[in-house]
Each structure stands twice: as structure tokens, then as C-alpha cells.
């Protein structure tokens, strides 16, 4: 018993470590014990610089982009950047004429495209659209902005190179106008709302300057709602004076 029988030794114990936890002390700072009051160790001095330091790794080279059609059309069969490689039989070349007034970028192949865009079930839309503004397939360019099918939405680093690569392609055909199909390319190509804010032409840059564009549905949309056709048609009556049609 301590304190003339007051309290029982425990209860000592108990009244100090509480008072030593109220002044913030209730952390084990160390297993050793150490002189708290001693003047702190002054830090080694620094050693001289070397008098040749030896130069930093040089940034890594970026990939050198394609320097004609021809060229880029093999990278696009073989590239490794695209949304869950394929295999290059899956991939969906560009098709039509380089040159042409016109060129179609499609967000991606469907499903069930073979050979090239727009052969499955969207087939007969995709025509019919096509005549309605006077042209075939022959008569404009059509190329996928991701030549692989994407199992969702393209990454942002797949994205920015996919979109690097479409305007250099952009550049080589040398469209009076471009029609973008679907999210992916008018995100890209032109911002991150341009589907939702569509209407009205936009300006798409490329590495030799700038061309009109639409961003409106894709056909395999409107084959699931058919009242946003009108909206569509609407869009492509804005590409015909650019074009000459």
C-alpha cells in the first residue's frame, strides 16, 4: 500500500501512465533508451561534385510516325497499341479512294464485319444513308478510327495514339470533310462532348491543317432507334455544300 493506504499500488501505476497518455506520450518511440536533451549530431559533409558528372539517360525516342499511306495502312494491320490486339486477319482495313471528297471514320468494326466496315447488319443502312447524299462506297474513303474491335471504351492512352496515327491518316487522304461515327472519334478527334453537343460543323486539326467535320450516330445506333434518324440526316445535309454534292 502507498500514499499512507490511499491507493493500492496498481492503482499508482494506472493515475501515471494516464497522466503520461493525457501529455501525448502514449507511443513507444524507441527500444533502446536515449539522451533526449543532447544536442542533435551535425550531418556528414557533403562530398565534393564530380568533374565529370556522367550525363542523364536521354529520354526514349518517340516512334517514328508513318511517312506515306501505304505505310501507315501496315501499321495499322500490325500495330501493337490497338484495344486488345487482334490478331491481323481481325483487324478492318480502310477501304474506298484516298483523295475522294469524303471520308468516313467509324468508331470501330461490329461484330460481325468481314473484310471491311460496315458488311453485317448495319450493311443496308450504312448504303442507304449513302445514297440519300448521292454517293457509293467507291466514292468517298471509309476508314475505322480503331481498326480492332474494343471490348468497351478505349483507354485514354490508346486513344491518344489511335487519334496521333487518324490525323496523320487524316492528312495523307486529303478530304474536303470528314462524317465521324460513333463517341470514340468525335471525343477524340474533336473533344470529350462533341457527340452529345453535336450539330453544326466542327474543325478537325490534322498534321497538314484543319478540315470540317460532323460528328453524328453511328449506324448500328440508329438501327436500334430509328427516331434519331431525322437527327442524322440532318447532320449529313451539312456535309453536302462542302462537298459539292
Known amino acids: 500500500m502507498l500514499n499512507g493506504g490511499q491507493h493500492r499500488f496498481r492503482d499508482v501505476i494506472a493515475s501515471a501512465v494516464g497522466w503520461w497518455a493525457e501529455a501525448g506520450l502514449d507511443t513507444l518511440?524507441?527500444?533502446?533508451?536515449?539522451?533526449?536533451?543532447?544536442p542533435p549530431a551535425r550531418?556528414?559533409?557533403?562530398?565534393?561534385?564530380?568533374?565529370?558528372?556522367?550525363p542523364a539517360a536521354p529520354p526514349a525516342a518517340a516512334a517514328a510516325l508513318p511517312g506515306g499511306l501505304d505505310a501507315l495502312h501496315a501499321l495499322l494491320a500490325t500495330g501493337d497499341y490497338m484495344p486488345q490486339p487482334a490478331p491481323p486477319g481481325r483487324r478492318i482495313a480502310p477501304s474506298g479512294t484516298p483523295g475522294a471528297a469524303l471520308m468516313i471514320i467509324a468508331d470501330m468494326p461490329d461484330a460481325d464485319d468481314a473484310?471491311?466496315?460496315?458488311?453485317?447488319?448495319?450493311?443496308?443502312?450504312?448504303?442507304?444513308?449513302?445514297?440519300?447524299?448521292?454517293?457509293?462506297?467507291?466514292?468517298l474513303y471509309l476508314?475505322?478510327?480503331s481498326p480492332a474491335r474494343a471490348a468497351g471504351r478505349i483507354a485514354p492512352d490508346q486513344g491518344?495514339?489511335?487519334?496521333?496515327?487518324?490525323?496523320?491518316?487524316?492528312?495523307?487522304?486529303?478530304?474536303?470533310?470528314?462524317?465521324?461515327?460513333?463517341?470514340?472519334?468525335?471525343?477524340?478527334?474533336?473533344?470529350?462532348?462533341?457527340?452529345?453537343?453535336?450539330?453544326?460543323?466542327?474543325?478537325?486539326?490534322?498534321d497538314g491543317g484543319t478540315v470540317p467535320a460532323i460528328a453524328t450516330f453511328h449506324p448500328r445506333h440508329?438501327?436500334?432507334?430509328?427516331?434519331?434518324?431525322?437527327?442524322?440526316?440532318?447532320?449529313?445535309?451539312?456535309?453536302?455544300g462542302v462537298i459539292g454534292q
Not at 31 to 36: G, H, V, Y
Open 160 to 206: 491518344e495514339a489511335l487519334a496521333t496515327l487518324m490525323r496523320r491518316h487524316i492528312s495523307f487522304a486529303a478530304p474536303k470533310a470528314l462524317m465521324l461515327f460513333g463517341d470514340e472519334p468525335a471525343r477524340w478527334l474533336i473533344g470529350p462532348e462533341a457527340l452529345q453537343n453535336r450539330g453544326g460543323l466542327r474543325e478537325v486539326n490534322h
Open 29 to 38: 518511440a524507441d527500444e533502446q533508451p536515449r539522451d533526449w536533451l543532447a
Open 222 to 240: 440508329l438501327r436500334r432507334m430509328p427516331a434519331l434518324k431525322a437527327s442524322a440526316w440532318t447532320d449529313m445535309r451539312l456535309l453536302l
Open 115 to 139: 473484310g471491311t466496315l460496315f458488311a453485317g447488319e448495319t450493311a443496308k443502312l450504312f448504303d442507304a444513308m449513302l445514297a440519300a447524299m448521292g454517293l457509293d462506297r467507291a466514292g
Open 143 to 145: 476508314a475505322p478510327f
Open 43 to 54: 550531418p556528414a559533409p557533403a562530398q565534393p561534385a564530380a568533374a565529370h558528372p556522367a
